[in-house]
């Protein structure tokens, strides 16, 4: 591999324990999504790669499975099952504008009806809720789900607004609230947020 990173280069590290994130692109409608959702995973599973899908996994060398923006499960929230059954233990709810989830970072909206049972259904589950990408009301949406089922959610790439004033990043406010419940906050390497 020609790339910087890759799993055969991860090899030389001990642990290494990495999120791979599925990326559904804004250009493409839900359904081109699940279907390259489907030829990603076909793929890496075809390469030989196994997904840590339980905490006694993360010893060595291990691979968590993710989902950025979950508008792929259409309107089918039957399909997280299928995802959890896959080792999808991580979904990032929304990416861009607005989806049948909810509202993104660029808009002022909420969870949609859907996007709250879809939410529910990700914590019952036991697949980790990531708030990073959306708008501040969805993220209230999503911590409310999620404490109320005693579960803690994650902001796995999103930086700090007051460091950097960019919509994508964590309001002090937020990122005091995910500090309080012990969550994880990472870094966005993007430029346009540091």
Known sequence: SSLQASFCKSKGFFPY????????NNALTDSEGYKRYLSTYKFAKAQGVSFATFASELTNSALILSIEDARIIEDDISRLSSLYSDGVRIITPLWKDISRIGGAWNTNLGLT????????KMVELGITVDLSHASCRSFYDILLICVEAGKIPIASHSNSYFACPHRRNLLKSQARDLIGLNSLIGISLAPEHL
Do not use: E, H, L, N
């Open 17 to 24: 324990i990495q999120v791979m994130a599925i990326w559904t």
């Open 113 to 120: 009806d859907f996007g709250k049972k879809a939410i529910s």
